[in-house]
């Protein structure tokens, strides 16, 4: 039983040093984890409505919209959020041209065909899709926006197309005229093209602010901020550096004060932050700087769960049970203190991320979670560690073992 259970914490040692290994140096977990603004770098742009008396609804409909643009611009993880009754702050992660993102997303971009007399025929309501493509090859290459009408749309265009056809019909954009096309032909199958577009990206700019559709009120920018990788950069190797000393003074710490328990307890440790990057990384989370110290503080709590254990196990073998017995009623009478302080904790974390900026929501769920998933490792993975290593040669000399 002695060598099965060294042989165990041994295995479990050398998996979890493999893993660390391979998720720090081979194949870095910083590459699956996305990263927020003040890590990556990117722009933010803070838009205010420009129309008084607005609305909630109208707000939330504008954040909609312009997260649809955001994603479309190519920002999987854009931050964006209402503040306050009449303004939306935008967050880019990644994105370095700083004009082409304010113009992608803050455009009002309503569409307009109008006729030979100038009156509207349809509006970008009665747009249903649109598609940017490649036209022409060599010198004449450029690019297109096959649009497509819903019923209404296709209906009106039929009837404009069948009473103007060799006359003209003007597509405008935000009251700015893109394109002038002669009608050749009736057109009854509800599309049409918009051509002379010099580059595929402009394309799909203009298709991507045309499928998200116009905004619900008029908006302007009020702030606009770029953040340079560099700044990212040096943000991740201050946090990598701050929660690797954090890290190793939390072991050394833990080994000095309760000997070959606390290097399980390092073990449980490890395993935690193991488990904790994975969750974060399989819920696609957006990690920032204040996510990053949400994580160090849930480290120490883990910490705590154990120096609450370790501390009654101390007092059960004091009081003359064995360590089987004691490792029963100390995880015993140490659960209800650490299940306490952990719900508190977690409940003050729910109250940040209801009420709190974005930065603070970051902070909080990493906190909660973290939180959590220490309860469990705590409860669970550190009394099987103390189980297995119940037998072994270390805790023939109790003063080795616990200290």
Same mark, same amino acid.
């Given at each position: 039983?002695?060598?099965?259970?060294? =042989?165990?914490?041994?295995?479990?040692?050398?998996?979890?040093?493999?893993?660390?290994?391979?998720?720090?140096?081979?194949?870095?977990?910083?590459?699956?984890?996305?990263?927020?603004?003040?890590?990556?770098?990117?722009?933010?742009?803070?838009?205010?409505?420009?129309?008084?008396?607005?609305?909630?609804?109208?707000?939330?409909?504008?954040?909609?919209? %312009?997260?649809?643009?955001?994603?479309?611009?190519?920002?999987?993880?854009?931050?964006?959020?209402?503040?306050?009754?009449?303004?939306?702050? =935008?967050?880019?992660?990644?994105?370095? @041209?700083?004009?082409?993102?304010?113009?992608?997303?803050?455009?009002?971009?309503?569409?307009?065909?109008?006729?030979?007399?100038?009156?509207?025929?349809?509006?970008?309501?009665?747009?249903?899709?649109?598609?940017?493509?490649?036209?022409?090859?060599?010198?004449?290459?450029?690019?297109?926006?096959?649009?497509?009408?819903?019923?209404?749309?296709?209906? /009106?265009?039929?009837?404009?197309?069948?009473?103007?056809?060799?006359?003209? %019909?003007?597509?405008?954009?935000?009251?700015?005229?893109?394109?002038?096309?002669?009608?050749?032909?009736?057109?009854?199958?509800?599309?049409?093209?918009?051509?002379?577009?010099?580059?595929?990206?402009?394309?799909? #700019?203009?298709?991507?602010?045309?499928?998200?559709? $116009?905004?619900?009120?008029?908006?302007?920018?009020?702030?606009?901020?770029?953040?340079?990788?560099?700044?990212?950069?040096?943000?991740?190797?201050?946090?990598?550096?701050?929660?690797?000393? +954090?890290?190793?003074?939390?072991?050394?710490?833990?080994?000095?004060?309760?000997?070959?328990?606390?290097?399980?307890? @390092?073990?449980?440790? $490890?395993?935690?932050?193991?488990?904790?990057?994975?969750?974060?990384?399989?819920?696609?989370?957006?990690?920032?700087?204040?996510?990053? +110290?949400?994580?160090? /503080? !849930?480290?120490?709590?883990?910490?705590?769960?154990?120096?609450?254990?370790? $501390? #009654?196990?101390?007092?059960?073998? #004091?009081?003359?049970?064995?360590?089987?017995?004691?490792?029963?009623?100390?995880?015993?009478?140490?659960?209800?203190?650490?299940?306490?302080?952990?719900?508190?904790?977690?409940?003050? !974390?729910?109250?940040?991320?209801?009420?709190?900026?974005? @930065?603070?929501?970051?902070?909080?769920?990493?906190?909660?979670?973290?939180?959590?998933?220490?309860?469990?490792?705590?409860?669970?993975?550190?009394?099987?560690?103390? #189980?297995?290593?119940?037998?072994?040669?270390?805790?023939?000399?109790?003063?080795?073992?616990?200290?």
């Amino acid at each position: 039983m002695q060598g099965r259970g060294l =042989v165990g914490l041994a295995l479990i040692l050398v998996i979890l040093a493999g893993v660390a290994y391979y998720f720090t140096r081979v194949n870095p977990a910083l590459n699956y984890v996305h990263q927020g603004l003040d890590l990556k770098g990117g722009v933010q742009v803070v838009l205010q409505a420009d129309k008084k008396n607005v609305t909630l609804a109208d707000m939330q409909k504008a954040e909609n919209i %312009i997260a649809f643009r955001a994603n479309g611009f190519g920002v999987s993880e854009p931050i964006i959020q209402i503040q306050g009754t009449n303004q939306i702050s =935008v967050q880019l992660p990644g994105i370095k @041209d700083q004009q082409a993102a304010i113009k992608a997303i803050g455009q009002t971009a309503q569409l307009i065909f109008k006729g030979p007399d100038g009156k509207t025929i349809l509006t970008g309501a009665d747009l249903k899709s649109a598609q940017a493509a490649l036209s022409g090859t060599g010198s004449a290459s450029g690019a297109v926006i096959n649009l497509a009408f819903d019923a209404k749309g296709a209906s /009106l265009f039929a009837a404009a197309t069948k009473v103007d056809v060799g006359k003209t %019909i003007s597509i405008y954009l935000d009251k700015t005229n893109i394109e002038t096309a002669t009608v050749q032909q009736y057109i009854p199958n509800g599309q049409a093209q918009i051509t002379g577009i010099p580059t595929l990206a402009e394309a799909q #700019r203009l298709a991507t602010l045309l499928n998200s559709g $116009a905004l619900p009120i008029p908006m302007k920018i009020i702030q606009a901020n770029s953040v340079s990788a560099q700044l990212g950069a040096a943000s991740i190797r201050a946090s990598e550096t701050a929660g690797l000393i +954090a890290m190793i003074l939390i072991g050394l710490f833990m080994i000095a004060f309760y000997r070959f328990a606390g290097l399980i307890a @390092d073990l449980a440790l $490890a395993f935690y932050l193991m488990l904790f990057i994975f969750i974060l990384i399989q819920m696609k989370f957006v990690m920032t700087l204040p996510s990053v +110290a949400g994580i160090i /503080l !849930s480290a120490g709590i883990a910490v705590d769960a154990n120096v609450i254990i370790f $501390a #009654r196990l101390r007092e059960e073998i #004091r009081a003359g049970r064995g360590l089987g017995a004691a490792i029963d009623h100390g995880f015993r009478n140490a659960f209800r203190a650490i299940l306490d302080s952990n719900v508190s904790t977690i409940i003050a !974390s729910i109250v940040l991320y209801e009420f709190g900026s974005q @930065d603070v929501r970051g902070f909080a769920v990493t906190l909660g979670l973290g939180v959590a998933i220490s309860f469990l490792t705590a409860v669970l993975f550190t009394r099987y560690l103390l #189980r297995l290593a119940e037998n072994s040669v270390f805790v023939q000399n109790l003063k080795v073992f616990l200290g």
